[in-house]
T-cell receptor, first 119, second 111 residues
Framework: DADVTQTPRNRITKTGKRIMLECSQT?????MYWYRQDPGLGLRLIYY???????NKGEISDGYSVSRQAQAKFSLSLESAIPNQTALYFC??????????????????FGPGTRLTVL | RKEVEQDPGPFNVPEGATVAFNCTYS??????FFWYRQDCRKEPKLLMS???SGNEDGRFTAQLNRASQYISLLIRDSKLSDSATYLC????????????FGTGTQLKVEL
């Protein structure tokens, strides 16, 4: 089973609809992230959370909100979807710094992505 | 100026060729550097971290030049399976685990 899962994998919706994208992880990581990827723009950080009670805005948080329901779950909501939110959305997780071993605290592990189309 | 800049390519090379990608970053305080690989419509995956002393993993060699603020990735003996987009990634100015991604360089290895 995949360590980081996202649902749904594909979604087509209409302008103005509320959409929730969900992310779950079994890696036991404290830190979770939401990115969007657009052609020519690379991955851009929307929100991130360093533990269950911590929520931080990334560089493009407008129009989005998040909820960290548990260590393993981090959901992204679009309260009123608009066409320019059409993109590929990735969830990612990482270890907190200072943990010994492994590939390093900055390494992020990504989910398979959600392709969202807003008509 | 973008924080992390890469030539988007595509780099079309024959199988067996050596190919090199460069990436520049704007923030001299950036501390960690990585190359991620992304296959078409798939998630990015860590290829290798980049250290000041340079590091090698099989056919892949990564180098960091802090003075000039650039990172390189060298792929020797290219395979068809190396075809992908290679993302240059640095830690953002905020520190912690927040990464800033380049837009990626596309590599196509051909027969």
């Amino acid at each position: 089973d995949a360590d980081v899962t996202q649902t749904p994998r594909n979604r087509i919706t209409k302008t103005g609809k509320r959409i929730m994208l969900e992310c779950s992880q079994t890696k036991g990581h404290d830190r979770m992230y939401w990115y969007r990827q657009d052609p020519g723009l690379g991955l851009r950080l929307i929100y991130y959370s360093f533990d269950v009670k911590d929520i931080n805005k990334g560089e493009i948080s407008d129009g989005y909100s998040v909820s960290r329901q548990a260590q393993a779950k981090f959901s992204l909501s679009l309260e009123s979807a608009i066409p320019n939110q059409t993109a590929l959305y990735f969830c990612a997780t990482s270890d907190a710094p200072g943990l010994a071993g492994g590939p390093g605290p900055d390494t992020q592990y990504f989910g398979p992505g959600t392709r969202l189309t807003v008509l | 100026r973008k924080e992390v800049e890469q030539d988007p390519g595509p780099f079309n090379v024959p199988e067996g060729a050596t190919v090199a990608f460069n990436c520049t970053y704007s923030n001299s305080a950036s501390q960690s550097f990585f190359w991620y690989r992304q296959d078409c419509r798939k998630e990015p995956k860590l290829l290798m971290s980049v250290y000041s002393s340079g590091n090698e993993d099989g056919r892949f060699t990564a180098q960091l030049n802090r003075a000039s603020q650039y990172i390189s990735l060298l792929i020797r003996d290219s395979k068809l399976s190396d075809s992908a987009t290679y993302l240059c990634v640095v830690t953002s100015t905020g520190g912690g685990n927040k990464l800033t991604f380049g837009t990626g360089t596309q590599l196509k290895v051909e027969l």
